[in-house]
């Protein structure tokens, strides 16, 4: 199940655990993403917490966590070649992996066709 949010990170669920990154529109907005500070793991997380910091050519943004849950793994290769966060945000960029504490609470994110209404 894929899920995002209106702050445009996205939320992938595979059993109790889900990945999470930043939206293709993201990358467009920030451009070039030139740094990444990723959560510690076993950070507890709230939803909408700030989880992780990019600085691109243009700006520093924050990431926020989608949901609750704890930071179960982090994607290292990213801080090591952030420019793989604008080479496939969806795929190898991703950021951090939460086990989450309400599965349910992926309900209340946007689909899709809501998230791409929300970026038109």
């Given at each position: 199940m894929l899920k995002y949010?209106?702050?445009h990170e996205w939320i992938q669920l595979d059993g109790e655990v889900a990945t999470v990154g930043i939206t293709q529109h993201a990358t467009e907005q920030l451009g070039d993403?030139?740094?990444v500070q990723l959560p510690d793991i076993g950070a507890k997380l709230?939803?909408?917490?700030?989880?992780?910091v990019v600085e691109s050519v243009k700006a520093a943004s924050?990431?926020?966590a989608p949901l609750g849950g704890e930071v179960v793994e982090v994607n290292?290769?990213?801080?090591v070649d952030p420019a793989l966060v604008n080479a496939d945000p969806q795929g190898?960029?991703?950021?951090?992996?939460?086990k989450l504490e309400d599965i349910k609470a992926m309900?209340?994110?946007l689909d899709e066709v809501a998230y791409k209404k929300l970026t038109e």
């Open positions: 949010t209106e702050e993403i030139v740094f709230a939803k909408g917490d700030g989880a992780a924050d990431i926020y290292q290769a990213i801080v190898a960029g991703w950021f951090f992996r939460l309900d209340g994110l």
